[in-house]
């Protein structure tokens, strides 16, 4: 757990921390989040996060709070002072404080800022992708708005949610066409016959993943052939591999799709590889 929390200004003990009860955060979702990796106390890939930051910031015309400069100076002092070295942080900023109506409020108001940052058990997490993770699908049934990094998150949670009843740990989102869009917090990827990986490209649909991007240059850096385009249910069955990406767990296999085994039922030998190699592709800040 996060032990102090930084909020528009103030760095305060975890339960001496809150935000006012009218914040359009908690009642409009009126609110945009960034979730980075910690590693050995580094921040992963702190520039492109903030790139998208304030890019969702814009879409919801919410002024930039500070300069990002100053943001990442919040995040990397998060860090230190919950001294995490194997973990997350955690930043969101609201539109901020105002008398209840939909409407952006009139005049100035500042935007809410919390940022905390929490440790991960790291043996937990090697485990996991050691393992490999289960999916189940459902309807992406989220709004046309996705590549905002909003705080509306129910959808996601409901399609956690029925996941993890069905003892899955992730959802796989699937839209009007059979198509999937993305995991309900992560990209989805898929390795087809030839060992080409299949993810779907950005847009509307789907949040544009700074591990999937940092991804990316893992692939070119080291030649392997990836391709942007849609991938429907059934051929995710049939893929040879599968993994989903995410700053929580870099690239993570996925051995099974709705109960059924994923290549031999065990995280994929490319999938093992990039996982390896893939913090030789990202920035680390401290
Ligand atoms: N898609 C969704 C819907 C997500 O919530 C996330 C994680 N926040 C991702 C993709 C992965 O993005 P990133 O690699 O930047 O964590």
């Known amino acids: 757990m996060t032990r102090v929390v930084y909020v528009n200004g103030q760095y305060l003990p975890y339960g001496q921390a809150g935000v006012h009860v009218e914040d359009r955060g908690f009642q409009f979702a009126d609110s945009i989040y960034e979730v980075c990796e910690v590693d050995q106390g580094r921040l992963v890939d702190e520039t492109r996060h903030l790139e998208r930051l304030e890019r969702s910031l814009g879409e919801l015309r919410i002024p930039m709070p500070m300069s990002r400069r100053a943001l990442g100076h919040v995040l990397r002092e998060t860090v230190k002072r919950n001294r995490v070295q194997t973990g997350l942080v955690y930043l969101q900023i609201s539109r901020g404080a105002a008398p209840r109506d939909f409407p952006f409020p009139t005049g100035d108001i500042a935007p809410t800022i919390v940022c905390l940052a929490r440790r991960v058990d790291g043996a937990k997490r090697a485990a996991r992708a050691a393992a490999g993770i289960a999916v189940k699908t459902m309807p992406d049934i989220r709004w046309g708005r996705c590549d905002i990094k909003t705080v509306m998150l129910l959808p996601a949670v409901l399609a956690k949610e029925a996941a993890a009843a069905d003892g899955a740990q992730e959802a796989w989102l699937v839209d009007s066409e059979g198509f999937i869009t993305e995991g309900a917090s992560s ?3 898929i390795v087809d016959a030839s060992g080409t990986l299949i993810t779907r490209p950005t847009g509307n649909a789907i949040l544009p993943g700074v591990t999937r991007r940092s991804l990316f240059d893992l ?3 080291e030649k392997i052939p990836f391709t942007e385009r849609p991938f429907r249910v059934e ?7 599968a993994f989903i990406t995410s700053a929580s767990g870099t690239v993570m296999p996925v051995v099974a799709i709705d ?9 994929g030998e490319l999938t093992r590889r990039l996982r390896s190699n893939f913090h030789q592709a990202v920035e680390f800040s401290r």
């Open 259 to 267: 109960g059924r085994p994923i290549g031999n039922g065990h995280p």
């Open 219 to 221: 692939l070119m850096g």
């Open 187 to 189: 990209n989805a990827w």
């Open 235 to 241: 051929e995710a069955f049939s893929a040879r591999e």
